[in-house]
């Protein structure tokens, strides 16, 4: 199977993706610094965070299953999960790979958050913002429209916007230690 539609569906699929995944860890870097009684309360931050996260997970499936069944280029279903091995630009893709594995890491143990030691979820979650910083690298060296002016446009501002979320909440726990 193959023709423009489905790869347009890939490439728009990878682009939505990134700016999904980018609102997700901004939302997620931004929950933890809520305050009790100030601003949009902890919870709702919370559950916009894991329900852009799910959106994510969704967009991620047709992102990959496009690419899988695209004869045009030789991409075999475990190529989306072995992170080395690939037949068509083993390197990119086999960053886009690892994204999704690390992604799936951060999914799954969220699932099982109650059943784990807080510290165990919390160490594997950090991995969502290495997800997403390989998928950026994933997405500039294998898009076609990488070298949009558009599309370098919108990976300098999730970019920055993932920069500046984290520089937001380092200033608050570097204040919050201060005051204590
Ligand atoms: C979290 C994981 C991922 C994210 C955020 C992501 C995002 C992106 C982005 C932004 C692009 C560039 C689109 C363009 O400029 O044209 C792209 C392209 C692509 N991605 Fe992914 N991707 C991910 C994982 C994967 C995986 C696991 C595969 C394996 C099947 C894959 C296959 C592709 C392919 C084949 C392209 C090239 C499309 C083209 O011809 O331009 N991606 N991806």
Redo the contacts with the bound molecule.
């Keep these: 199977m193959n023709g423009p539609l489905l790869?347009f569906l890939?490439?728009g699929t990878?682009?939505v993706?990134?700016v999904v995944?980018t609102i997700s860890v901004v939302l997620g870097v931004l929950s933890a610094r809520a305050r009790a009684g100030r601003g949009t309360p902890g919870f709702v931050r919370s559950l916009v965070h894991r329900n852009v996260a799910l959106l994510a997970v969704s967009m991620?499936v047709v992102?990959?299953t496009s690419?899988?069944v695209d004869t045009y280029?030789d991409?075999r279903w475990w190529?989306?999960l072995v992170p080395w091995g690939g037949l068509?630009q083993p390197v990119w893709?086999g960053l886009?790979?690892l994204?999704?594995d690390l992604?799936a890491a951060v999914t799954i143990t969220s699932l099982l958050r109650t059943r784990l030691p807080h510290a165990a979820w919390r160490l594997v979650h950090w991995a969502g913002y290495l997800?997403w910083g390989i998928?950026v690298v994933?997405?500039i060296g294998?898009?076609?429209?990488?070298d949009a002016q558009w599309?370098v446009a919108l990976t300098v501002a999730c970019v920055a916007a993932v920069v500046l979320a984290v520089g937001v909440r380092v200033t608050g726990t570097v204040r919050k230690a201060i005051r204590a």
């Design positions: 790869w890939n490439r990878g682009i993706l990134l995944m991620l992102h990959v690419a899988v280029v991409i190529d989306a068509y893709l886009g790979a994204a999704l992604l997800a998928a994933h997405g294998i898009g076609t429209d990488a599309s």
